[in-house]
Structures are given as C-alpha cells and as structure tokens.
C-alpha cells in the first residue's frame, strides 16, 4: 500500500501569522510522533507570505484517520482554527512515485 500525503493550505490572518507560528511550534513533535506520521513540513507561499501549508505523510490513510479523530488534532485545531482569514482546503493524496538521487 502506497503512504499517504496529506496537503492543507491554511489562510492565516496576517495580524495572527506570528501566533499561528507559535502554536504550531509547541504543537509539531506531538503531530510527528503520532503512530503513522512519518513526516511533517511547514511551508508559507513565496507571495502570499500569510498563507501556510502543512505537508504531512502518513503510513496508510487509516493511521491519517485516527490522527483526524484524535483529542491532539481536536484540541490543536480548536486553538488555530479562529486564526484563518478564510477556510482552509486539504488534499490528500497517495503517492505513486518517489524518484530518489541518482535514480535513472
């Protein structure tokens, strides 16, 4: 079974970037230790420097499930959600390939 990337765009209000980046700081090893996360990046758009994306992947769509359900997701989500200027969209996605260094 493929793993599963899960991409959020999030609009943060640009009054509330900073405390954005703070919640997400004393929150990300907690994400990334939950069973099945495998790996966890925070962008921002190279224009739109308010808007952040999370790019998380997970071993099987069930273990992104559980983390969606779960009382840290709840309780983080609670504390970021009034902070976006507009609704967040999210992707997920299996991924097909992955070309490492040196591949032919």
Known sequence: MSALIRIVRLPVSEDRLEEFMEAFDRSKARIRAFEG?????????????HVVFTCSEWTTHEHLDRYLQSDLFRSTW???RPMFSDK??????????SVEPGAS
């Open 37 to 49: 996360c495998l790996r966890l990046e925070l962008m921002r758009d190279r224009l739109n420097r």
């Open 78 to 80: 609670r504390k970021v």
């Open 88 to 97: 967040p969209q999210a992707w997920s996605l299996e991924k097909l390939h």
